[in-house]
């Protein structure tokens, strides 16, 4: 199976469309054919998303929330690291 993070442009893109790459996307992550990874920020970005203006009509808010749903029974959670880089320019 395929670990993929599906970024939230793409979650949008797939929900709002009834076709498309992104669609596939979330048609197999959905059916298993790939792993979703989420951590604690992106999931919190795409709960965020449910709430603002940037759906069409091609799906209601209760099947969006189920998506989300769905998408978290079939994922795995992962814990993500930031590493601080610091660069330092000289003239």
Do not use: H
């Not at 989420?38 to 940037?54: S, T």
């Amino acid at each position: 199976m395929i670990p993929v993070v599906i970024d939230t442009n793409v979650f949008v893109a797939g929900l709002r469309s009834r076709g498309g790459a992104s669609r596939e996307v979330l048609r197999r992550a959905l059916t298993g054919d790939i792993q979703v990874l989420f951590g604690n920020a992106l999931w919190l970005e795409y709960q965020d998303l449910l709430g603002r203006p940037v759906w069409g009509e091609t799906t209601t808010p209760v099947e969006r929330i189920q998506v989300l749903a769905a998408l978290a029974k079939r994922g795995r959670w992962v814990t993500v690291y930031y590493q601080i880089c610091a660069v330092v320019l000289q003239p």
